[in-house]
């Protein structure tokens, strides 16, 4: 049977729909670094917001970065779209493109717009558990034709200056809820731990509008483009944060992690290949700061 990446013509343009989240984001690469490897004569552009779009940036897997707006993704005259996302807008960025081949999951919404339906990642991985989104997300190029094999790291690359590895940890002590987030006075205890005896200066960070203030007496980087975030993840020895976006964006460097989760499901959210201690209670307060020092300690080459 003729796959779809067969049906595709020389220099076909791909247009893969990845709205919102970081992590998301984050875990598109190693479906599209696959895609990629399959067809390298193939254009490749993500649909993204711009407040993600730096995710992508420095990637020679992508031949494009196209605004969310139905006549960019009208201009980019696709062969196929890949719709990742699966809301409401995607379905509307699906159809402005006018794509012969239109590529979705089978559980998305408004299903008739696509002509490419794609079963579970189960089925296609053949395999009957819960799957990591980045499993999931690659489930859907596997199907559309690239030869099942290992799913790589997720891939980001710094586009400015990076510091020098190894003298400092990046700490991320925010997250979207209260339930994600471990208490601050947790993480000031194990940044002084760090400082006091491994000699790894602590530096926070946080998203645009969160506050950094309990974390004030170390450098806090709150804020800053996620290009400069990107920066200084590729330049630290050591992660440690909440499950969220920027655990993502360290384990794509290959740092050494340490995240903490609450209510969310580690087996679909935790680091994606790297050297990683996932820390879980259905009460993130419950988790024992020296639990988080231990894991820490107990990392290949950590203090």
Known sequence: MTSVLQRLQPGARVAVIRLRSLGDCVLTTPALHLLKLARPDLRIGVVVEPSFAPVFEGNDDLDGLIPPTAADIAKWRAELVLNLHGGNRSAQMTFASRAPLRAGFKHFRFSALYNVRIPRAQDILGIERKVHTAEHLASAVFYLGVARQEIPRARLFATSAVAPRGDFVVIHPLAATPEKTWPASNFLSVAEHLEREAGLEPVFIGGPGESLAE????????????????????????????????????????????????????????PWKTEAVVLKSADIREIRTDAVIEALAGLPDAV
């Open 215 to 270: 974390f004030s007496r170390y450098r806090c980087v709150s804020g800053a483009p996620l290009d400069e975030i990107k920066s200084l993840l590729a330049g630290a020895s050591l992660f440690l944060g909440n499950d969220s976006g920027p655990a993502h964006m360290a384990a794509a460097f290959g740092l050494r992690v340490v995240v903490l989760f609450g209510p969310s499901d580690h087996e679909i959210w935790a």
